[in-house]
């Protein structure tokens, strides 16, 4: 594809529901990222994979959040009981390399996602 | 946990003005990039400094790491309203698995 693609682009749901967030990265790009943006601040890592392992999921917050990425291509990231505390923009990159420093990182638009 | 603290958070000058964006941590980093992320969209990547006191010029903008590899700064020169945006500072962080790392970014508004 053109560049890297998330769904939905906006996401409005209930405290407590449950939400998928998807990520499509470059077609050839073995690692895969997952970012959490509050408005007016840099990305906080989440969860980074290496094809289709994850190898540094530190940053998550807790364990209603997970993702995968079966394949080693589409990324998927689940959030369980959301709370308003979740709200933000999470961006998706994926690079051709990982681990070096001087990847090239290539964001997709990112999702907003809304918990009232 | 590496940590990249940027400064100034926020920066509002008028057209044709010079400004000196700050990225600074107490730890070494292998590298440092640069990225701008304009409103609805991720960050775009600018520049990768590697060697320290290292200096990369992209049109108006001017990048240098710091000789210790602790801090890197980036200079625009004659802003622009197209310049305008959020500016933000990435490391790798070598004390785990190479995870990216982000700085607290600076908003940067240039006015016509």
């Known amino acids: 594809g053109a560049g890297v693609s998330q769904t939905p682009s906006n996401k409005v749901t209930e405290k407590g529901k449950y939400v998928e967030l998807r990520c499509d990265p470059i077609?050839?790009?073995?690692?895969l990222y997952w970012y959490r943006q509050s408005l007016g601040q840099g990305p906080e890592f989440l969860i980074y994979?290496?094809?289709?392992?994850?190898?540094?999921d530190s940053g998550l917050p807790n364990d209603r959040f997970f993702a995968v990425r079966p394949e080693g291509s589409v990324s998927t990231l689940k959030i369980q009981r959301t709370e308003r505390g979740d709200s933000a923009v999470y961006l998706c990159?994926?690079?051709?390399?990982?681990?070096?420093?001087?990847?090239?990182?290539?964001f997709g638009p990112g999702t907003r996602l809304t918990v009232l | 946990t590496q940590l990249l603290e940027q400064s100034p958070q926020f920066l509002s000058i008028q057209e044709g003005e010079n400004l000196t964006v700050y990225c600074n941590s107490s730890?070494?980093?292998?590298?440092l990039q640069w990225y701008r992320q304009e409103p609805g969209e991720g960050p775009v990547l600018l520049v990768t400094v590697v060697t320290g006191g290292e200096v990369k010029k992209l049109k108006r903008l001017t990048f240098q790491f710091g000789d210790a590899r602790k801090d890197s700064s980036l200079h625009i020169t004659a802003a622009q309203p197209g310049d305008t945006g959020l500016y933000l500072c990435?490391?790798?962080?070598?004390?785990?698995?190479?995870?990216?790392?982000f700085g607290t970014g600076t908003r940067l508004k240039v006015l016509a």
């Open positions: 994979f290496q094809g289709t392992g994850a190898a540094d």
């Open positions: 990159a994926s690079s051709l390399t990982s681990g070096t420093g001087t990847d090239t990182q290539y």
């Open positions: 730890s070494v980093f292998s590298s």
């Open positions: 077609s050839g790009h073995t690692a």
């Open positions: 990435a490391g790798v962080d070598t004390s785990g698995t190479y995870k990216y790392i």
